[in-house]
């Protein structure tokens, strides 16, 4: 549920017009509407054969040729499985982590082995794979270990188990190191040929390699679809891309994901409230993949393997309750830890700095990350919250807006750091107590060079114009096929200008719901977490995500708004259409195939004359223009 920020804290960036021509039709057989083709066309797809790999992805290649060691690894296994040994899988703690150890754990237990999950503690053990635990493990007659979603930085870890004759297959999507750690094979995708399909693939998406691998191998089908169901709540609750062979392989999985023969996916589904209704990739990750990441962060990651290779289906009753309540618990404490990090913010002063960064000692580690993107999302700042480690030292998440490169920030401070690592939009690190102050004055000197070029804001980016008139059931029939939505492919934004607020009220929660015209057609919108005014102008643009909405039986379109502003024009007698461009007033009207824009002192520009213009200024006037009269979608 995305906050939606006050008019005076959006900036909007409206799309780029297209150039005539550019629009290219999906398969002739069933077209798709011309918003949806802009939308495309914006984000690269600009040919017919592009548009029908994104409809319908090739199949996935032979992994054997894109893992050179994948036919080693499966070998291994198989000689396991036939001889009843003793495997740890060797896990994390995010849903990642946790859905690719039961991905594995349950295909080896069908499939003659006797798998042992092994997951270390966030609180007490940290990430990844460590010395103790390889020792433990080789007290229990564990001869071969297989990581997921780690491995390829755990040096001393797998030094340690090759010391004690145990092998390990690792599996990772992190960072590889040099040197690295001793290994019988490793699946990575930067191991892959350039351009594989398989680059994008997460920690689960290589566990479903393996597991598919070795159960085409050993003719096991029904292991094979326990992984895809894994492989699709995993990849989607990971955010991973949704390119290459995940996007063919959530085509396939989504669809059956309901009717999982796993007990412990249907009793969340259940409790999710989702038990008669398809899954889709939204209502995995704003449903499914919270109730298991809820448990990484504040409860025993086994409980989640358990609940998702149990065969009893009360007992997975019984741990899906258990996912339910650590949930409610996650939510509970990031309310508070948010409410919390607001009032600091607010005892500071009205002016917040550029940086945000903020400490308390009680805040728990396992949902520091998520009020750190709560925020990010509020003030469009970068973010970070620490919380106490013991022995002086404090461990931060931290969270920034697109363009602020966290990994980047926390390389510029290392020396005032014990531990960093992360990716442009997130990182963590530990600190001193003593150097935070220090730290906080660094990384506040680069948040304000990057707002000197970003702007400040919350940015409002809509990639397609519709009118009210197009938004009905078979528009968003055909939006559906654009499906699965996720990083790389998000949810469409798209904005309608010139909307009336026929009616608007503040829900109990801070919720604004409007009723909105356009023309004859009206449509209910709502502004999750409102952050505004309580009296919007009469007319705004709007910019939204389109949703149907269920209630009481009842299914209706609805606007899930990320954006408003009070509308930059509106029609005048004539056919022309007022325009505010920078503080100007202009007037600009169709003419044949292109657009005329007049100035308060009765100056004509054509579109013609405006293309071949250099300035930015008439190239941004022009632009608004084209949009304001619906030149371009």
């Given at each position: 549920m995305s906050l939606l920020p006050a008019l005076h804290e959006q900036r909007w960036h409206l799309p780029a017009p297209l150039a005539p021509g550019a629009l290219q039709a999906a398969p002739a057989s069933d077209p798709l509407p011309e918003p949806l083709l802009a939308l495309l066309s914006r984000r690269g797809f600009t040919s017919p054969e592009a548009i029908a790999a994104l409809?319908?992805?090739?199949?996935?290649?032979?992994?054997?040729?894109?893992?050179?060691?994948?036919?080693?690894?499966?070998a291994r296994l198989k000689r396991a499985c036939s001889q009843g040994e003793a495997v740890a899988i060797c896990g994390d703690y995010d849903a990642d982590g946790m859905t690719s150890t039961a991905l594995l754990v349950g295909v080896l237990q069908r499939l003659g082995a006797r798998p042992i999950a092994a997951i270390p503690s966030r609180m007490d053990d940290g990430y990844g794979l460590n010395a103790a635990m390889v020792e433990k493990l080789a007290e229990q007659g564990v001869a071969l270990l297989v990581t997921v979603d780690n491995g390829v930085s755990a040096l001393e870890a797998l030094e340690r188990a090759k010391a004690l004759g145990v092998e390990a297959i690792l599996t990772d999507h992190h960072t590889i190191p040099d040197p690295l750690p001793p290994h019988l094979a490793?699946?990575?995708?930067?191991?892959?040929?350039?351009g594989s399909p398989y680059r994008g693939l997460a920690g689960v998406g290589l566990a479903y390699v393996l597991a598919a691998a070795l159960c085409q191998s050993l003719r096991h089908t029904d292991g094979q679809q326990i992984a895809l169901n894994l492989f699709c709540i995993g990849t989607i609750a990971d955010m991973a891309p949704l390119v290459g062979v995940n996007r063919r392989w959530l085509i396939d999985g989504l669809p059956e994901l309901s009717r999982s023969p796993l007990v412990g996916l249907q009793a969340l589904q259940q409790l999710a409230g989702l038990d008669e209704t398809p899954l889709d990739a939204q209502a995995v990750g704003f449903q499914i993949a919270p109730r298991i990441n809820a448990v990484g962060r504040l409860g025993d990651p086994q409980l989640v393997v358990e609940l998702l290779t149990t065969e009893d289906p009360s007992r997975a009753l019984a741990l899906a309750r258990d996912c339910e309540a650590l949930n409610r618990q996650r939510r509970d404490l990031c309310t508070a830890i948010e409410a919390e990090a607001l009032a600091l913010l607010e005892a500071d002063g009205p002016q917040c700095p550029a940086f945000l960064l903020l400490a308390q000692n009680h805040w728990h580690h396992g949902v520091i990350g998520i009020v750190a993107a709560r925020l990010v999302e509020r003030f469009g700042l970068p973010a970070a919250l620490l919380a106490g480690e013991g022995n002086g030292r404090l461990r931060a998440s931290v969270r920034a807006p697109r363009g602020f490169a966290v990994d980047g920030a926390l390389q510029q401070c290392a020396s005032l750091l014990e531990r960093f690592g992360g990716h442009p939009a997130a990182g963590g690190f530990t600190v001193r107590a003593e150097q935070v102050a220090a730290l906080h004055e660094q990384l506040n000197q680069l948040a304000q060079t990057w707002l000197q070029q970003a702007g400040h804001g919350t940015p409002v980016e809509p990639e397609a114009l519709l009118s009210f008139e197009q938004i009905n059931r078979s528009f968003y029939r055909q939006l559906q096929r654009l499906e699965p939505f996720g990083i790389g492919h998000p949810q469409p934004v798209f904005w309608s200008q010139g909307c009336q607020v026929a009616t608007q009220k503040l829900l109990r929660g801070g919720h604004l719901q409007l009723e909105l015209r356009q023309g004859e057609a009206s449509l209910r919108a709502m502004g999750w977490r409102w952050q505004g005014e309580t009296n919007l102008p009469a007319l705004l643009d709007v910019a939204y995500r389109l949703r149907l909405d269920s209630w009481q039986g009842e299914e209706r379109l609805q606007l899930e708004l990320v954006g408003l502003r009070a509308s930059a024009g509106g029609a005048v007698?004539?056919?022309?259409?007022?325009?505010?461009?920078?503080?100007r007033t202009y007037w600009c009207r169709r003419e044949g195939a292109g657009l005329v824009v007049r100035n308060a002192a009765g100056d004509e520009l054509t579109s013609a004359?405006?293309?071949?213009?250099d300035h930015p200024y008439v190239r941004g006037l022009m632009q608004d223009a084209a949009l304001a009269l619906g030149l371009v979608a």
């Amino acid at each position: 549920m995305s906050l939606l920020p006050a008019l005076h804290e959006q900036r909007w960036h409206l799309p780029a017009p297209l150039a005539p021509g550019a629009l290219q039709a999906a398969p002739a057989s069933d077209p798709l509407p011309e918003p949806l083709l802009a939308l495309l066309s914006r984000r690269g797809f600009t040919s017919p054969e592009a548009i029908a790999a994104l409809l319908d992805p090739e199949a996935a290649p032979a992994a054997g040729r894109h893992f050179p060691d994948l036919a080693k690894a499966v070998a291994r296994l198989k000689r396991a499985c036939s001889q009843g040994e003793a495997v740890a899988i060797c896990g994390d703690y995010d849903a990642d982590g946790m859905t690719s150890t039961a991905l594995l754990v349950g295909v080896l237990q069908r499939l003659g082995a006797r798998p042992i999950a092994a997951i270390p503690s966030r609180m007490d053990d940290g990430y990844g794979l460590n010395a103790a635990m390889v020792e433990k493990l080789a007290e229990q007659g564990v001869a071969l270990l297989v990581t997921v979603d780690n491995g390829v930085s755990a040096l001393e870890a797998l030094e340690r188990a090759k010391a004690l004759g145990v092998e390990a297959i690792l599996t990772d999507h992190h960072t590889i190191p040099d040197p690295l750690p001793p290994h019988l094979a490793l699946l990575h995708p930067q191991r892959t040929p350039p351009g594989s399909p398989y680059r994008g693939l997460a920690g689960v998406g290589l566990a479903y390699v393996l597991a598919a691998a070795l159960c085409q191998s050993l003719r096991h089908t029904d292991g094979q679809q326990i992984a895809l169901n894994l492989f699709c709540i995993g990849t989607i609750a990971d955010m991973a891309p949704l390119v290459g062979v995940n996007r063919r392989w959530l085509i396939d999985g989504l669809p059956e994901l309901s009717r999982s023969p796993l007990v412990g996916l249907q009793a969340l589904q259940q409790l999710a409230g989702l038990d008669e209704t398809p899954l889709d990739a939204q209502a995995v990750g704003f449903q499914i993949a919270p109730r298991i990441n809820a448990v990484g962060r504040l409860g025993d990651p086994q409980l989640v393997v358990e609940l998702l290779t149990t065969e009893d289906p009360s007992r997975a009753l019984a741990l899906a309750r258990d996912c339910e309540a650590l949930n409610r618990q996650r939510r509970d404490l990031c309310t508070a830890i948010e409410a919390e990090a607001l009032a600091l913010l607010e005892a500071d002063g009205p002016q917040c700095p550029a940086f945000l960064l903020l400490a308390q000692n009680h805040w728990h580690h396992g949902v520091i990350g998520i009020v750190a993107a709560r925020l990010v999302e509020r003030f469009g700042l970068p973010a970070a919250l620490l919380a106490g480690e013991g022995n002086g030292r404090l461990r931060a998440s931290v969270r920034a807006p697109r363009g602020f490169a966290v990994d980047g920030a926390l390389q510029q401070c290392a020396s005032l750091l014990e531990r960093f690592g992360g990716h442009p939009a997130a990182g963590g690190f530990t600190v001193r107590a003593e150097q935070v102050a220090a730290l906080h004055e660094q990384l506040n000197q680069l948040a304000q060079t990057w707002l000197q070029q970003a702007g400040h804001g919350t940015p409002v980016e809509p990639e397609a114009l519709l009118s009210f008139e197009q938004i009905n059931r078979s528009f968003y029939r055909q939006l559906q096929r654009l499906e699965p939505f996720g990083i790389g492919h998000p949810q469409p934004v798209f904005w309608s200008q010139g909307c009336q607020v026929a009616t608007q009220k503040l829900l109990r929660g801070g919720h604004l719901q409007l009723e909105l015209r356009q023309g004859e057609a009206s449509l209910r919108a709502m502004g999750w977490r409102w952050q505004g005014e309580t009296n919007l102008p009469a007319l705004l643009d709007v910019a939204y995500r389109l949703r149907l909405d269920s209630w009481q039986g009842e299914e209706r379109l609805q606007l899930e708004l990320v954006g408003l502003r009070a509308s930059a024009g509106g029609a005048v007698d004539g056919g022309e259409v007022v325009l505010q461009h920078h503080n100007r007033t202009y007037w600009c009207r169709r003419e044949g195939a292109g657009l005329v824009v007049r100035n308060a002192a009765g100056d004509e520009l054509t579109s013609a004359e405006g293309a071949s213009h250099d300035h930015p200024y008439v190239r941004g006037l022009m632009q608004d223009a084209a949009l304001a009269l619906g030149l371009v979608a």
